[in-house]
């Protein structure tokens, strides 16, 4: 039983850096959009800077193991396949491509979550200093 509380808080830590991650790549495609004056439709820049934002929010739900975190994992699978879908119609954009994947790599690590949450072993101050450490 301990293994499997362990596995879901390796899950859990895994599923941060992925937001964390794509909250990074859409950012960047955002603000590359921008400055490189790519014709891209204001829905798609609102959509990246959006899945961007709830990415990170989620990460900063989850690290400080907040009672609603179970919330954002839905709403991370949700914006994150839409992001990718949207990122996917440049075929031809290598960038495009690797926040497509992030995306979805971002949307099947909160999936796994919602299915169920990560329970850490200690306290909680133990699990925030644990987490804290494992991604410094």
Known sequence: ???????????????????????????????????EGRQAAANHVRLLLDCAALCQASADFMASDSVLQGQFYGACAEICPRCAQECERFESNFQMK?????????????????????VYPGSRSEWIDDLARSIS
């Open 1 to 35: 039983m301990q293994a499997n509380k362990i596995d879901r808080v390796t899950q859990k830590k895994q599923c941060i850096q992925d937001c964390l991650d794509c909250h990074r790549v859409c950012q960047e495609m955002a603000t590359y959009l921008h400055a």
């Open 98 to 118: 690797v926040c497509a994947d992030t995306c979805r790599r971002c949307a099947e690590s909160c999936r796994q979550m919602a299915i169920k949450p990560a």
